[in-house]
């Protein structure tokens, strides 16, 4: 009974972990396409990310996986087959045809899925830059990629939203085809190491050059080979792997997480005090809470200046000593002005 409290207090420990690493990674990654890591999000808000990113993951997949099924039919297939081939023992003869479907799917996803589903990581303070800036430098080849998601992202509306929603379930299909491709490579792998190698033979009756010593061992590990070989395309899908899955949490962060904030009004207690200084008299200034903690609050604010039409934008840090009051009006769209 004892070790079963163990187990259980354990198992909600390492659970507690994962959520607060996933929640951690989300939030950063949100921050990031915002630009708003000027104050750090309580502790304890990690582990409600965390919570939310498995909550809201399993429902983006219950609402992309009948609407777009037959853009997942090839995802699945993959799956399927590597599967399916594990759990029969196949014929000798499709095993170069398997070494050569991994070698080319490994391919696929070093120089394809990773560079697409990894592009979003190139949005960069969208708040404050323009929406329509140049991607990152590792992302400028994918510019028609990152020039969509960033426009579904700034322009939000329910359709747009779903687009970004099944680019992130895309992204979760790919890193799942990526993980079970190295577990059926890590089993092929096993197999090969419980293949009996023959004996040496050792001939002592006469001494043999070095030259021809050396061409001798050579020749014996001609025959492994293609397991070296396959040793290494194994280390090549680990990284795939590695990659992807923890592409999912940033990639929730940047794509699926909400930018509805609360709309606030703010009094100060300092008198002559400004929030946004350079103001045009009479305008209006919208105001969104992005973030607090025990000192300070991070603010949002979105206002014409002094002389110009355009809508201008800055964040602003209060210190909570100084703010009189804080009256939440509802939630907006953060890019509502973008």
Known sequence: MIEKVKNFFAAMAS????????????????????GISLVDPLRESYLIAGGTFILSTLYALHSTIFSYFLYLVPFLVLIAVFLLYEAADPPKGISKLYAAGVFLLTLVLLFVAIPVFTSPFGFRDLLLTDAQAEPGFLFKHLKPVTSELRTWIVNGGLV??????????????SAVVSVVMLYSMARRWKRWKRVE???????????????RSLAARLLKRV???????FGLLAVLAMVAAAV??????????????SNDYPVVEVAVQKQGFE?????????E????????????????????PKGSETQ??????????????IEISGNGFIFEYK
């Open 15 to 34: 659970t507690a972990v994962l959520l607060y690493a996933v929640g951690y990674m989300a939030e950063y990654s949100h921050a990031g396409m915002l």
């Open 197 to 211: 190698t023959e004996p040496r033979s050792v001939d002592n009756t006469e001494s043999v050059s070095w030259p």
């Open 275 to 283: 929030l946004v200084e350079n103001r045009a008299p009479g305008t």
């Open 285 to 304: 200034c919208k105001l969104w809470l992005l973030r607090e903690d025990e000192d300070e609050i991070l603010l949002y604010a979105a206002f014409y």
């Open 160 to 173: 747009n939203r779903q687009k970004l929603v099944f680019f992130y379930v895309l992204s979760i299909f």
């Open 244 to 257: 992807q899955v923890v592409s999912i949490p940033v990639n929730y962060g940047i794509l699926v997480k």
């Open 312 to 325: 201008a934008y800055k964040l602003l840090t209060l210190k909570k000593g100084l703010v009189e009051k």
């Open 223 to 229: 025959p492994g080979l293609p397991r070296y070989g």
